[in-house]
């Protein structure tokens, strides 16, 4: 077991938890250091298995954009490794209001850059998206690789890309050890019910609509969680400063056959399914080339897709207080401004 302390920003997040409990889990380092705002997706409950109850994890209530606050808790922990995955994800919310994703995704970023270059911190991974690449052709063989421009199509892609190129502005100016991954889409326990999948799931137990954009052919490319956390672990240790590495699991799926799968493991009917107004900028289509990462990290995913996708459904089910605690909170006038009336 290694004796590095770990730092993790947005570590009460869907893909910060589990990557937290993981790490815990399977000793993959001897203390975690979480810190999270605690904004609306940010749930400290995501944590109770671990937090005070393991005296290996430690958690700061911090926003990461708070440079003396960071700077802080650097000197404090003196982490060895900083998995930055801290930041606003959701499309549609930076495309009624950016602002968030560029005070979080890109201002935090720097904040956090700066101050681990000052605290002498070996090394920083940068969580990113798939979403830098822009958008393919449904009929294209094309898979993003490591060597394609940042063609973003949406502000929170956008703000995602800036991220990555401040990093690696940190990288060429001051040899600052910084490793990036580029993920496709995440699913598994703990997500929050504005994505894809939770939110069908949600819908579908509730016997509500199923809200379906535009006419549910966009292609997204799936891995599950713990996939996607395995590669990050892989890529702090095994990943070259300054380069990038694309993460996923060769599963593309149209959203509408993920959504009819989750209704026949759930048992319920397709007539569930509505059909809403597209939202601006739709990318089309995502496909990761992960040869990279297989190549220089060693990593292979290892959930199947369907398997994946019904042990993610059992487990809403399963955790059904936690998703009603989520139905009741904050989402709810969300999803009214995104749905009502479309």
């Not at 109850?53 to 802080?72: E, G, M, N, Y």
């Not at 850059?113 to 094309?142: C, H, I, K, N």
């Not at 394609?148 to 956008?158: D, N, R, V």
């Not at 936690?322 to 969300?334: A, D, K, Q, T």
């Amino acid at each position: 077991m290694s004796s590095r302390t770990w730092l993790v920003t947005g570590a009460a997040g869907f893909i910060g938890s589990n990557f937290v409990h993981l790490a815990l889990d399977e000793n993959w380092c001897n203390r975690v250091v979480a810190v999270d705002l605690l904004t609306y997706a940010g749930n400290l409950e995501n944590l109770e298995r671990h937090l005070g109850k393991d005296d290996r994890l430690a958690f700061h209530r911090v926003d990461v954009t708070d440079a003396s606050a960071i700077r802080a808790i650097l000197a404090q922990e003196k982490p060895a490794t900083i998995f930055h995955l801290a930041a606003e994800s959701h499309v549609d919310r930076s495309i009624e209001d950016p602002a968030p994703f560029i005070r979080t995704n890109v201002l935090g970023t720097q904040v956090l850059l700066d101050a681990a270059r000052r605290a002498g911190v070996p090394r920083f991974l940068l969580v990113s998206t798939d979403e830098v690449y822009g958008s393919l052709a449904l009929d294209s063989q094309e898979r993003f690789h490591e060597g394609l421009p940042l063609t973003p199509s949406s502000p929170y892609a956008a703000s995602k890309a800036a991220s990555d190129l401040l990093a690696l502005a940190a990288h060429h100016t001051h040899g600052q050890d910084v490793v990036i991954t580029r993920c496709s889409n995440n699913y598994g326990p703990y997500q929050f019910p504005e994505k894809l999948i939770p939110l069908m799931i949600m819908n579908a137990v509730a016997g509500e609509p199923l809200p379906v954009y535009g006419d549910g052919l966009n292609v997204r490319d799936w891995i599950h969680v713990s996939d996607h956390c395995r590669a990050l672990r892989a890529a702090a240790e095994h990943g070259l400063s300054g380069h990038a590495y694309n993460i996923g699991s060769d599963n593309e799926r149209p959203n509408i056959d993920v959504v009819k799968t989750l209704l026949k493991i759930l048992d319920r009917p397709e007539s569930l399914i509505k059909y809403v107004k597209d939202r601006p900028g739709h990318d089309r289509r995502y496909a990761i080339d992960a040869a990279k990462a297989h190549r220089e990290l060693g990593w292979q995913p290892r959930v199947p897709f369907e398997r994946g996708l019904r042990e993610t459904a059992h487990w809403y089910l399963e955790n059904a207080g936690w998703m009603e605690r989520i139905r009741s909170g904050e989402f709810l006038s969300y999803y009214e401004r995104m749905y009502a009336g479309r």
